[in-house]
């Protein structure tokens, strides 16, 4: 199966990106954004043509925030803009319900997750090299036709990604770890730095920069990513609060003269410093690992969903064999910024503003992007 023709609903940073490369394949893109003159700009940068088809096209990709995903979807099937249609949003679980209960058919989608971004949101951020070598993450249902599912492929394919097929919980739970929790603890240390010391900027280094780089993300899409996903980031935020909490009293015993707290207790304290620097040095080195692995898995061409659906059941079969036990080691590593995503090869970052409104006219459905 080929795509001749797509259309993007949304021209953020995502939305852009996936039109650039989708083009340059010889792709006919239509371009839709409820922001007219974000569609214009994408259109000029080689995108696409901006405003809708005359008639349904191959491939819909709706690019919009998680909260919106499901209403845009929706309005999109209703006026039978494509044959097909998939998005982009970071959160996959609570948008693939409300999908499943109103959209006027289910079959015809398959929800999807490009692992990259950049810190910075918008078309004129966008590039059409932004997905090669990343990882796609494809989410379908026990509905999801065949022929969706294979045009999804496709365009992966056109943007040069690397296609892995999850459950939306399993995916949620996964980008909880290694996206969203990791955006708000870069925004907690970003934070600090407007209540530092004047002197703090000047002397700031570049493994500073490494871990506040993707708190640069656009606030409104990450606090829609980050709500969308709640539970499983509070998860995370949830254990790593505990181990602050054991740093932290180690770190104030650490800190009383050494004829008060003893020898023993000055012992048992660094040990958990230690403990922490070590597993922090295990963690990064499973990434580099990760890394290497997913260098060697050949996607496969003859799979389908598979019988997935957000619960449990259903054999996790997709691209490259992975299962669900798997599939959560080979997405994308730390640092997704979309949505997100959280900063350069990570997350959503462009993806539309707002919700479609109710009514409104062809080519205007899709929020102004703001993400990850």
Not at 242 to 250: I, K, N, Q, S, W
Not at 305 to 331: H, I, K, Q, S, V
Request: with cysteine.
């Amino acid at each position: 199966m080929t795509l001749r023709t797509l259309a993007v609903v949304g021209t953020g940073l995502i939305g852009t990106s996936v039109a650039l490369a989708a083009s340059r394949r010889g792709v006919t893109v239509h371009l839709l954004d409820r922001d007219e003159s974000a569609a214009r700009t994408a259109a000029a940068l080689g995108a696409g043509l901006p405003g809708p088809p005359t008639h349904p096209v191959d491939l819909a990709v709706i690019a919009v925030p998680p909260s919106a995903a499901a209403p845009v979807l929706a309005e999109a099937q209703a006026r039978r803009l494509a044959l097909s249609y998939t998005d982009v949003a970071s959160v996959k679980a609570p948008a693939q319900r409300e999908i499943l209960a109103g959209v006027p058919d289910p079959r015809r989608y398959i929800g999807g997750h490009p692992l990259a971004g950049r810190e910075r949101s918008g078309p004129l951020a966008a590039r059409a090299d932004l997905f090669r070598g990343r990882a796609w993450v494809l989410t379908p249902t026990r509905l999801t036709s065949k022929t969706a599912f294979d045009r999804a492929l496709d365009l992966i394919a056109l943007c040069g990604a690397e296609p892995r097929v999850m459950r939306a919980r399993a995916h949620d739970d996964a980008v909880a770890l290694t996206s969203h929790a990791p955006h708000l603890v870069a925004s907690l240390m970003a934070a600090r730095l407007s209540e530092g010391p004047p002197e703090a900027a000047h002397l700031a280094g570049q493994g500073l920069r490494d871990v506040t780089r993707i708190a640069r993300g656009d606030s409104r899409l990450w606090s829609d990513i980050v709500e969308s996903n709640a539970g499983a980031v509070a998860d995370v935020l949830t254990r790593l609060q505990e181990d602050l909490g054991a740093v932290l009293a180690a770190l104030k015993d650490l800190a009383e003269p050494d004829l008060i707290r003893g020898p023993e207790a000055t012992a048992k304290s660094r040990n958990i410093l230690v403990d922490l620097l070590e597993r922090g040095i295990t963690g990064v080195e499973e990434l580099d690992t990760d890394q290497g692995r997913r260098k060697t898995v050949a996607p496969e061409r003859d799979v389908g969903p598979g019988g997935l659906d957000e619960g449990a059941g259903g054999r996790d079969m997709g691209p490259g064999g992975l299962d669900e036990g798997t599939a959560g080691r080979d997405m994308a590593s730390a640092g997704l910024d979309e949505g997100a995503a959280a900063g350069p090869d990570t997350g959503p970052g462009g993806q539309a503003r707002a919700t479609a409104r109710p009514g409104s006219r062809p080519g205007r459905c899709a929020p102004r992007e703001p993400a990850r």
